[in-house]
C-alpha cells in the first residue's frame, strides 16, 4: 500500500533576526511527540527563512523613487512597497491596477517581487524572499541531518498565482537533497508507450501539497513534514531547475 502523509508543525516560536530555523523546526517536533525519520520531505514556508536571515523591511523607512512614485500611481500601491518591490526586481514583467508581475533576482516571475506582508510582525513591515533559497535550503538540511543523524531533503516555499489559473498555490523557491524534477522520459505508461516529455515538478507537487496544512492563519503553521514519498535524492539540483528560460517562455 503507497502512504503519504503531511505532518503540520504546530506551536513554532516567533522567529526573529539570527534564528536558527533547523533547531527551531526540530524542538517543535519534538514538543508535538514527534521525531524527524529518514527520507522526511521538509517544506518550510519561506516567511520564518526570510526572518530568521534579516530579510525584512519597515517600510517607514524607504523614500520612494519618482519611478516607483510614478508605477505606484497607476497600479494604486503604496509608493513604499513598490521602492521595495523594484530593489528586489530583476525586471517589470505586466502591470495594472492593484497588479505588479516581476521578476525576482533569483528569476522566479511573481506578484510584487514575493513581497509579502503576511504574518510579519509590524503593521508597516514587509518581508523579502531569502536571498539564495536554494543556499537557505541547503544549510537548513545539513543542519537537521547533523543534529538527528537522518538524511532528508529541505523545500522552501512560497505562495504563487499561476498564468491562466485562478487562485494560488504552494511552489518551491528554493531545496536542497531532492531533485526538483523527476524525468520520467523514456519510461512506459500502462499500455506501453514510451513516454517522450513528462518531467514532473515534484517540488512544486510537494510544496503545494504541504500547503494543504501549511499557512493557516488560525494555527501558524509555517513548516510540514511529508513522510512516505519515495523521492529522487540529489545534492545538486536547485529551485532554478524549475524556471522556464526566457527563450522557451511563450507566454512573455
Given at each position: 500500500m503507497v502512504k503519504v502523509e503531511i505532518i503540520g508543525v504546530e506551536g513554532f516560536p516567533i522567529v526573529e533576526a539570527g534564528d536558527d530555523v533547523a533547531s527551531l523546526i526540530l524542538e517543535a517536533v519534538r514538543a508535538q511527540g514527534l521525531s524527524i525519520e529518514e527520507g522526511d520531505v521538509i517544506v518550510v514556508s519561506h516567511i520564518i527563512v526570510s526572518r530568521a536571515e534579516?530579510?525584512?523591511?519597515?517600510?517607514?523607512?524607504?523614500?520612494?523613487?519618482?519611478?516607483?512614485?510614478?508605477?505606484?500611481?497607476?497600479?494604486?500601491?503604496?509608493?513604499?512597497?513598490?521602492?521595495?518591490?523594484?530593489?528586489?526586481?530583476?525586471?517589470?514583467?505586466?502591470?495594472?491596477?492593484?497588479?505588479?508581475?516581476?521578476?525576482?533576482?533569483?528569476?522566479?516571475?511573481?506578484?510584487?517581487?514575493g513581497v509579502d506582508k503576511s504574518n510579519v510582525p509590524g503593521e508597516d513591515v514587509v518581508a523579502l524572499l531569502p536571498e539564495d533559497p536554494d543556499a537557505s535550503a541547503r544549510r537548513i538540511k545539513e543542519r537537521i541531518c547533523s543534529l538527528t543523524g537522518?538524511?532528508?531533503?529541505?523545500?522552501?516555499?512560497?505562495?504563487?498565482?499561476?498564468?491562466?489559473r485562478m487562485g494560488e498555490v504552494n511552489v518551491a523557491i528554493g531545496l536542497h537533497g531532492l531533485s526538483a524534477i523527476?524525468?520520467?522520459?523514456?519510461?512506459?505508461?500502462?499500455?506501453?508507450?514510451?513516454?517522450?516529455?513528462?518531467?514532473?515538478?515534484?517540488?512544486?507537487?510537494?510544496?503545494s501539497a504541504a500547503e494543504l496544512v501549511i499557512g493557516q492563519a488560525d494555527e501558524g503553521i509555517p513548516v510540514a513534514?511529508?513522510?512516505?514519498?519515495?523521492?529522487?535524492?540529489?545534492?545538486?539540483?536547485?529551485?532554478?531547475?524549475l524556471v522556464r528560460p526566457r527563450e522557451r517562455d511563450l507566454f512573455l
Amino acid at each position: 500500500m503507497v502512504k503519504v502523509e503531511i505532518i503540520g508543525v504546530e506551536g513554532f516560536p516567533i522567529v526573529e533576526a539570527g534564528d536558527d530555523v533547523a533547531s527551531l523546526i526540530l524542538e517543535a517536533v519534538r514538543a508535538q511527540g514527534l521525531s524527524i525519520e529518514e527520507g522526511d520531505v521538509i517544506v518550510v514556508s519561506h516567511i520564518i527563512v526570510s526572518r530568521a536571515e534579516g530579510r525584512t523591511v519597515d517600510l517607514r523607512k524607504v523614500r520612494p523613487s519618482k519611478v516607483a512614485e510614478n508605477i505606484a500611481s497607476f497600479t494604486k500601491k503604496d509608493p513604499r512597497l513598490v521602492e521595495v518591490i523594484l530593489r528586489d526586481s530583476r525586471a517589470i514583467r505586466r502591470m495594472g491596477p492593484r497588479l505588479l508581475i516581476t521578476e525576482t533576482r533569483q528569476g522566479f516571475v511573481c506578484a510584487n517581487c514575493g513581497v509579502d506582508k503576511s504574518n510579519v510582525p509590524g503593521e508597516d513591515v514587509v518581508a523579502l524572499l531569502p536571498e539564495d533559497p536554494d543556499a537557505s535550503a541547503r544549510r537548513i538540511k545539513e543542519r537537521i541531518c547533523s543534529l538527528t543523524g537522518k538524511e532528508v531533503a529541505v523545500i522552501i516555499c512560497d505562495t504563487h498565482g499561476r498564468a491562466h489559473r485562478m487562485g494560488e498555490v504552494n511552489v518551491a523557491i528554493g531545496l536542497h537533497g531532492l531533485s526538483a524534477i523527476r524525468d520520467r522520459r523514456g519510461e512506459r505508461d500502462l499500455f506501453g508507450y514510451r513516454l517522450r516529455v513528462k518531467q514532473t515538478a515534484i517540488a512544486d507537487e510537494l510544496a503545494s501539497a504541504a500547503e494543504l496544512v501549511i499557512g493557516q492563519a488560525d494555527e501558524g503553521i509555517p513548516v510540514a513534514i511529508i513522510r512516505g514519498y519515495h523521492y529522487p535524492r540529489s545534492e545538486t539540483s536547485t529551485a532554478k531547475d524549475l524556471v522556464r528560460p526566457r527563450e522557451r517562455d511563450l507566454f512573455l
